[in-house]
Each structure stands twice: as C-alpha cells, then as structure tokens.
C-alpha cells in the first residue's frame, strides 16, 4: 500500500523523508520518490525499484537541499510499476507536486476534462489528474491554495490521502484525506505528515489522527487544520507509546489481525470503482456484450485460498448466469491435458500474480486458444502481464501469509463479474441488479459488525488449543465456505482440519467423530438448512461440539448447536463474505493462543514461485 510522509523545519528534508519512508517499506511499495522545494523550485526524484536505488540517487537525499518535501512509496495501482509512474506527480508547469495514497475512482472521467482543456498527462496513474486539477483551480486563486486543495476534494470519488506543494508556498506543506489513513507528527525540529506513526516515531510521539476530509497545513512553527469548507477546527494530539514494532502493524499484535481489520476497507475499494450510476461496469473488461454472451463455459484456475474463492464462485456463477464452470487447481490442471472449448474463459486467481502453478496453467490456456482473465491484487505481475485482461483486486499489500483480506476481495471481484455476466446473459434484469448492488454495498458495515465480536470469540478460541482435529461442515456454498476456514485453522495453528461436504460425512468421515470433537457447521444457504441442521444432529449424537455459524434468522439451531455465531442478512449468493469473518478470527485466536508464529507459519510461503 501506498505510504507518504512530509516534513517542514530546521533540518535538511531529503534525509527525514528517505528515513521516513524506510519506516513505511513494510507496507509493501514497489517504487519511491520524493520532492524537495530548494529554495527555488521543487525538485523531484524517483525510481522503480528499491528505496535504496532512491538513495543512492540522492547520495542519502544530501544532493537534495531545502527543508521542506513530500516523499512517497508506491504499491501499483493505476499503471505499472514504472519511474514515470512514481510519485510524486506535478502539474505541468512544475510549480505543484502531488503523493498520494488510495485510488481515486473517477479518475478517467477527470482526466479527459482535463484533456479537452488542454492538459497533458505524463503517467497512467490516477494520482496525476490531482496535480493537474489543483493546477486548474489555483489557476482561478493562486493567493488561496486551500481552496483549491477544497474544490479538488469535491470532484474526487474513492480513496486518498495527498500531501502538497505549491511552489509559491515554499515554507508549507499541505495535506488531506478521506478513507486512507494520514496523521501529522509535531517535532521541536519541525513538523510532519505520514501514512502511519512509524515514520514520525524517531521524531515525536505527538501525533494527530486525521480525520476524513479535513485539511492540514503544516509549517516549521504551527500546525494549522480545517474542514473541507476551508474553516479552521481544533483537534488535539495523542501521545503514542507504542513501539516500532507494535507501530508498523497499526497498533494490532499481528499483520493477520491489522489485515482482518481491514476488509470492510478492501471490500469497498474493491466494489465501489465499479459501480457507476447504480450499474455494476467493469471498465477493465475489455469484452463486448457479444463476446461476453458467447461464452458457454468457465473454468476457473487458482491455488489455495484463491482456489477456495473458485469453488464457492462456481455455485455464484451457475447460479446466477447459468452456464457451467468448472474449477481446477493450478497444479492439477496444468498437468491433465485439459479439454478447453472455443468459447470458454478461463479466470486465473491470485494474489501475488506470481504462483508457478497458476503463471503455467495460464500459459497452457492460452497456448490453447483460450481468452485468459487474471483476477490479480499485484499490478504488474506475472499473471497480471501475460493475462488477456486484468481485473485488479483492491486489498493492497497483504503481508500475513495466511491470506485473508486478498481473498475477501477476490470474492467481491467475482461477484461483480457475476452479476455482469449474468445481466448481459439476460438472467437478470436492472431491479435484479439493483438489489444485488444493493446488498454488496451493506457488505463493509456488517464486516464491521462481526469484527465487533471478536471478544467473545478469543474466549471461545482459547478453549480449542489443544484440540487434535477440526471439521467444519456445509452443503452448496456452504461447503466452499468450510474450506477455507479449515485451511486458515490448519495453516497458522497447526491443528489438523479438513472440510467435509455436509452429505458426504456418513459416507467415512463419521468415524472420526467421538466425544468433544469440534465440528464447525455452516448453514447459511436457506435451501439447505434443513439438510446440514441433519448432518449436525448425526455428529452431535456421537458427542462432536458444535460450533455453527448462520443467518439471524435461524434461532432454534441454538436447540443443537454449542456455539453460534450469527451473520447479518444478505444475499445467500454473498454470504461467504460475511461467514468467512468469525471464522478467519477463530483460527487467528486458536493460532495465537498456541504461541504459534501466525504471520509466518511454518514451512508456508506467501508467493509459491517454484511448483
Ligand atoms: C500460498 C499462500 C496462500 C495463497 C496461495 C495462492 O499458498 O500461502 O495464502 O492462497 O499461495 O497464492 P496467490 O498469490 O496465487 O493467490
């Protein structure tokens, strides 16, 4: 993810925002750069790459003078990793230089306005047309900078947190945010804004938290902060007692639980660029509705969890567009000679873009003829490059090995393609569509919701670490579901788990379940309640411990369960978003309570690059 920092005051910049950004690398950044006003005019350098090939281009930012800058870590969103990419970004006359961090959603339609007024771009990247529609306004009112920043801030949908230059303010730094995080450090030395505490922690621990639209202009001597109408506000500092340690994970004991914490965030930024006027548009679909109507297969490709999303998108996809997919790991499929059709589309899913077994199964669809659509969180990865086209999840960059919030995102990737295959397949119409969009917008809130719990279950979790075994169980969906929880228990606490199709378990499974074992039953899906609550009443019966995870609704199953845990309403077709939270918690709290190493597990890697 993105990180940027700012500095004003006595001391050389260069150096402050080089260290700054160093403190930000464990976000994950894939170029850096940084503007430096000299005295004269704002200088900027950046590269792909490394921070220290930043460094050794500025000698440790001494060939950089001026106390005064803006620096920046790039995680690609927007345009590949790239030196023109980098930020920080200028308007054309250099006098205004932009970092940002988030993804502003409408920016293609800003651009193109910009373009007919004249304005040239250099970059792919979204954050440019914020330089150059600051320029456009301070144009109007050069004498009012906050202003602009506050009319630039009205024409922005999505994300951000930016910090500023204007040439003409050379002794100030500017800074705003909405839903990316921003805070501003207050030094004897001089003044600072950050992405995150840990790049101010060596200078102060005064810290404000800025919130969602207001504005921030920092100079050597003061701090000064207002609204987005431009009226000065009070906030109040806090003292942060953290460590560094403790710092970089946003105060959570793990990356896990910070990334768990952040999917109603992913989960938004994820949906809300593509939904425009109340329709769900896929702008990076380059696929006509002919050619999307053409299509009379799926196959969907992908490893461990990316896979799980597979198998529970399936149900989703017949379903909702009736035609058939089928799902395959990577490793297997790669290896099967696989029978393609003309007119099939294959989703390679992943996370990193770089799984050796997903990178050749999508190198064998296409050397098949196949149209190949990448379901990809790292821009500019292998998968992202060699894919036909590329649907970018929006989870930024996930650092647990354990993945969470990179799958809560390829879920709502896949759900949106859902929906749009299945409108232009005539399967459902605009009211259809509507109250899908409609449900997937409540999704962040009610992801809150159930993170709220997590109280009760660390309690619940504690009293799992010794156990042997788990199963969880579920029919449909449901059974997608289980999957994964069992392999986010088994991955990080060691516990061995597996999942079982509800209707499956009589046929061997069964004998494994004796007294106190624990069964994680899911029944989310209402056309197969009944079925799984028998399912549950055949473990109980040999004395399993039930812990089942279901929709308000269903209270009686209190009658036969042990613990439950309840999910708010939703379209059954998206459960799995909501189901998935308690359960990820779960195993992060029976992981924890074990003193396993939960962001690195055992023998696990985050990118599978060999096979
Ligand atoms: C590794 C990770 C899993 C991930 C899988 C696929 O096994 O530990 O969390 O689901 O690879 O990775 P990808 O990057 O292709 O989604």
């Not at 330089?131 to 301070?138: K, N």
């Not at 659509?373 to 650092?399: C, F, H, K």
């Not at 449909?476 to 999957?483: F, K, Q």
């Not at 009589?506 to 994680?520: A, C, M, R, Y």
Request: with cysteine; proline share 3%.
């Amino acid at each position: 993810m993105c990180g940027i920092v700012g500095y004003v005051g006595k001391s050389q910049a260069a150096p402050i925002l080089l260290d700054g950004l160093a403190k930000l690398e464990y976000r994950g950044y894939d170029s850096s750069g940084i503007a430096v006003f000299d005295g004269d005019e704002i200088q900027i350098k950046k590269s792909k790459g490394r921070l220290k090939v930043l460094s050794e281009m500025t000698h440790d930012g001494a060939t950089m003078p001026g106390t005064l800058g803006i620096g920046h870590t790039r995680w690609a969103t927007h345009g590949e990793p790239s030196d023109v990419n980098a930020h920080p970004h200028f308007s054309s006359d250099r006098r205004i230089a932009v970092v940002h961090n988030g993804i502003i959603e409408n920016y293609l339609k800003i651009k193109n306005r910009l373009i007919k007024k004249g304005y040239e771009f250099v970059s792919e990247t979204d954050t440019e047309v914020v330089a150059h529609l600051l320029d456009y306004y301070y144009k109007k009112a050069p004498d009012k900078p906050l202003d602009a920043i506050a009319k630039v801030m009205r024409r922005l949908d999505g994300s951000y947190a930016l910090g500023i230059l204007f040439a003409d303010y050379p002794d100030k730094v500017f800074a705003v945010r909405k839903d990316s995080p921003l805070i501003v450090g207050r030094s004897k030395d001089g003044n600072l804004i950050a992405s995150d505490v840990p790049a101010v922690l060596k200078y102060t621990r005064d810290v404000y938290f800025i919130q969602n639209e207001e504005i921030v202009e920092l100079s050597e001597e003061e701090i000064l902060f207002y609204n987005s109408d431009c009226e000065p506000i009070e906030k109040e500092s806090k003292y942060i007692d953290w460590d560094e340690n403790a710092a970089e994970k946003g105060g959570y004991e793990h990356f896990m639980l910070k990334e768990i914490y952040e999917q109603p965030k992913t989960v938004r930024d994820t949906f809300m660029p593509r939904i425009k006027d109340g329709r769900v548009e896929i702008e990076e679909l380059d696929m006509t509705d002919d050619q999307i109507r053409e299509i009379d297969r799926i196959r969907i490709v992908a490893c461990g969890s990316a896979y799980h999303v597979g198998v529970s998108v399936k149900y989703i996809f017949e379903g909702m567009v009736r035609i058939p997919v089928e799902v395959d790991a990577a490793s297997e499929f790669r290896y099967r000679n696989p029978i393609l059709g003309e007119h099939e589309l294959v989703i390679i899913i992943s996370q990193s873009g770089e799984t050796a077994d997903s990178l050749a199964a999508l190198r064998e669809a296409k050397a098949r003829g196949c149209r190949v659509l990448g379901i990809v969180n790292v821009v500019g990865s292998s998968i992202a490059r060699e894919a036909d086209q590329v649907m970018y999840t929006w989870a930024g960059p996930e650092i647990a090995v354990a993945t969470t919030k990179a799958y809560s995102a390829q879920l709502i990737a896949m759900y949106l393609l859902a929906i749009k295959f299945a409108y232009v397949h005539g399967r459902i119409d605009d009211a259809q569509m509507a109250s899908y969009i409609n449900d997937l917008q409540k999704l962040p809130d009610q992801i809150e919701l159930l993170l709220n719990n997590k109280g009760r279950l660390q309690k619940f979790a504690n009293r799992y670490i010794a156990a042997k075994d788990v199963f969880f169980i579920g029919r449909g969906l449901d059974y997608a579901i289980s999957m994964e929880a069992s392999l986010k228990l088994k991955e990080i606490s060691y516990i061995h788990s597996d999942a079982y199709a509800g209707g499956e378990l009589k046929h061997g499974t069964i004998s494994l379940i004796e007294e106190g074992k624990l069964v994680g039953a899911i029944l989310t899906q209402p056309d197969l309640y009944k079925k799984t609550m028998s399912n549950i009443v055949e473990v109980r019966t040999r004395g399993a411990f039930i812990l089942a995870v279901t929709n308000e609704e269903n209270v009686e199953i209190e009658k036969v369960a042990d613990y439950v845990i309840y999910i708010p309403q939703t379209n059954p077709w998206f459960a799995n978003s909501l189901a998935i939270i308690p359960l990820q918690l779960f195993a992060y709290y029976v992981a924890v309570g074990k003193g396993c190493d939960v962001d690195k597990p055992r023998n696990l890697a985050k990118s599978v690059t060999v096979e």
